[in-house]
């Protein structure tokens, strides 16, 4: 039997007295692409922070094909929310992306050859390769979030997590970018958070729906008693395969 990507039992975490994610329970194969959705606050990205090792949960267990993430460095890849830099800083594209190489590089020391045709190869997969030379901060939106899936490439992950990597993007950029993970998820496991739910349903394999429990979906098509119950606002319609459904409209209703 092939040993599942992420497999999460009985996780539960608390902030302050008011439980966040609860009975989290989950076993993602290989090679699947997980679109995970649901409201704000729904505990997506505190979710991501858990299974990353960012946060530790109050029960439960979490194991990255088969282990502790603590013991396979660089098993893993992630592309956090609104990476924030200064656009100004002179550090080039390729530099950027050799940052993804530091749990492989030597401590204080400059990127090896290896690294650096590692962090090549990655830019080549998001097709920027051409523009490694160039100071990352003259790079238009839709290429800055091309070159933070290149950085996180370039450890090598198994598996890939991204947390809303189109929030701050235009549609048409931010469709390109989820065809390029689709691409992506023929070579690894990738698992993301997102809010665009008609278009993320166009490229992933399977879908969760969460707010504070998680949903999981063996296909991309969800019970609509589901979503009202995850996002407590009626569905009319939702997006499946291509962009035919929208949720209802969220009046009388809180989130």
Same mark, same amino acid.
């Given at each position: 039997?092939?040993e599942a990507a992420l497999s999460i039992s009985d996780l539960n975490l608390s902030f302050r007295g008011v439980r966040?994610?609860?009975?989290? $329970?989950?076993?993602?194969?290989?090679?699947?692409?997980?679109?995970?959705?649901? /409201? $704000?606050?729904?505990?997506?990205?505190?979710?991501? *922070?858990?299974?990353?090792?960012?946060?530790?949960?109050?029960?439960?267990?979490?194991?990255?094909?088969?282990?502790?993430?603590?013991? %396979? /460095?660089?098993?893993?890849?992630?592309? /956090? %929310?609104?990476?924030?830099?200064?656009?100004?800083?002179?550090?080039?594209?390729?530099?950027?992306?050799?940052?993804?190489? !530091?749990? #492989?590089? *030597?401590?204080? +020391?400059?990127? =090896?050859?290896?690294?650096?045709?590692?962090?090549?190869?990655?830019? *080549?997969?998001?097709?920027?390769?051409?523009?490694?030379?160039?100071?990352?901060g003259r790079l238009s939106g839709g290429q800055i979030q091309r070159v933070l899936i290149a950085r996180a490439l370039?450890? %090598? /992950?198994?598996?890939?997590?991204?947390?809303?990597?189109?929030?701050? !993007?235009?549609?048409?950029?931010?469709?390109?970018?989820? %065809?390029?993970?689709?691409?992506?998820?023929?070579?690894?496991?990738?698992?993301?958070?997102?809010?665009?739910?008609?278009?993320?349903?166009?490229?992933?394999? =399977?879908?969760?729906?969460? $707010?504070?429990?998680? #949903?999981? #979906?063996?296909?991309?098509?969800? $019970?609509?008693?589901?979503?009202?119950?995850?996002?407590?606002?009626?569905?009319?319609?939702?997006?499946?395969?291509?962009?035919?459904?929208?949720? +209802?409209?969220?009046?009388? #209703?809180?989130?």
């Amino acid at each position: 039997m092939t040993e599942a990507a992420l497999s999460i039992s009985d996780l539960n975490l608390s902030f302050r007295g008011v439980r966040v994610l609860e009975e989290i $329970n989950l076993e993602l194969g290989q090679g699947e692409f997980l679109g995970i959705i649901g /409201p $704000n606050g729904a505990g997506k990205t505190i979710l991501l *922070k858990t299974i990353l090792g960012l946060i530790k949960p109050d029960s439960g267990t979490i194991r990255v094909f088969g282990g502790s993430l603590s013991k %396979q /460095p660089g098993i893993v890849g992630y592309v /956090p %929310q609104y990476a924030k830099f200064d656009h100004d800083f002179p550090i080039s594209v390729l530099d950027a992306v050799c940052m993804g190489r !530091l749990a #492989h590089a *030597k401590l204080l +020391g400059p990127y =090896s050859w290896h690294d650096r045709s590692i962090a090549e190869g990655a830019l *080549k997969k998001v097709g920027l390769y051409e523009f490694k030379e160039k100071q990352l901060g003259r790079l238009s939106g839709g290429q800055i979030q091309r070159v933070l899936i290149a950085r996180a490439l370039a450890c %090598q /992950p198994k598996i890939l997590f991204l947390d809303e990597p189109t929030a701050s !993007l235009d549609t048409p950029i931010g469709s390109t970018v989820y %065809q390029l993970l689709e691409e992506l998820s023929e070579d690894m496991t990738i698992i993301l958070v997102s809010h665009d739910i008609g278009v993320i349903s166009k490229h992933v394999t =399977s879908i969760a729906c969460m $707010n504070k429990r998680l #949903h999981y #979906h063996h296909s991309k098509e969800i $019970n609509p008693t589901v979503l009202e119950e995850v996002y407590g606002c009626p569905v009319d319609l939702l997006a499946h395969g291509h962009a035919h459904r929208v949720l +209802g409209k969220h009046e009388d #209703h809180e989130h």
